[in-house]
């Protein structure tokens, strides 16, 4: 039985050029023109992710602008709200003639 014996650098770059001689004859093979058919079908599939990818974006745009138009009802409902539960201040007349009416009434009472 023989020993094994170390490739030199020439054996060694003779097997490299040898497999990529291989490798691009094989890649050369399996890469033919595709047909009318296949490019056909490529196209259609193509304007359909476009197509897909458009209406995809239009609902996100849609749903962008509906979450604002409710962000801004609600805002507007809240301001409204709190409009409504703030008491309106009192003139001074006003408070005047209430403070005039309970010193009345605590006088009436004694």
């Known amino acids: 039985m023989a020993s094994y014996k170390d490739p030199g650098f020439n054996e060694r770059t003779a097997a490299a ?3 990529r ?5 094989k890649l050369a093979e399996k890469k033919a023109a595709p047909d009318a058919e296949t490019i ?3 196209a259609a ?3 359909a992710r476009e197509a897909a990818a458009a209406q995809k974006a239009a609902e996100r745009r849609a749903a962008i602008a509906q979450a ?3 962000k801004l009802a609600a805002r ?3 301001a409204a709200k709190a409009a409504a539960s703030v008491k309106p201040q009192l003139t001074e007349a006003e408070r005047k003639a209430l403070r005039d009416a309970r010193y009345a ?4 009472r004694k």
């Open 68 to 70: 604002k138009a409710d």
């Open 21 to 25: 001689e291989r490798a691009l004859k």
């Open 17 to 19: 050029r040898e497999a």
């Open 45 to 47: 599939a193509l304007a």
């Open 76 to 78: 507007e409902a809240a």
């Open 40 to 42: 056909a079908a490529r």
């Open 105 to 108: 009434a605590r006088k009436n």
